[in-house]
């Protein structure tokens, strides 16, 4: 397969991991590169529809096994759609959130199903990034950050800032679990600064 570069940021909610996605796009494309700048749950029209249904109403909606197939439906929609034709083309691809993120939410965090998530990933999905920035941030500025947004979509947030502090752990151990493919970025400084940090990690893995 003719590939591109595929490029993740994961963090938890309100960590900056969406300003710094654009940030590294805005520096891709200004070196020349072509770049598909996407998100999950969402990146693709059917993907965006089934965002919705997660991330709007209340804390109670889904069950985190049901999560788990609303999630990997989205994401199989998003690689058909948006991922993989990019990457066939040769472009780098950013997605703000991928698999990563429902192994720590709902492998870790919203329950004890890291099996459930990672057989449901082999069958559907089967692609990792080639490289994931996770924003390690202070869970209580990033709560109140991403609640006064007031986006409509809260539905993780409202789970409360004991359910940050464990996405925070959850995303720590996870970058030990991957230490070649995830770098813990300190997003506790101004985005620039983050930026920086962030820019030759990307330009080497293009390399
Ligand atoms: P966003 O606010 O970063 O766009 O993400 C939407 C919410 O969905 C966020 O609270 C994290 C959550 N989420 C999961 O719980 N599992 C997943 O697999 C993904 C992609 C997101």
Redesign the pocket.
Known sequence: MARGLFLTFE????SG??TQSRLLADALRDAGHEVVLT????GSKGAEEI?KL??EGDTNRWSPET??LL??A??RDHLERTIRPALDRGAVVIS???????????GAV?ADLRQTVDALHDLIIGVEPDRTFIIDMDPEAALKR?LARN?G?????DFGLDFQHRLQTGFRTLAAEYPDRCALIDGNRPPEQVAADILPLALQALA
């Open positions: 963090g938890i909610d309100g991991k969406s998100r999950e749950p969402g965002r997660l991330v999560e788990i999630f990997n989205a994401r703000d959130r991928f698999a990563d993120s429902t192994r720590v939410y709902q919203r991403g986006s979509e809260d539905r993780f947030e």
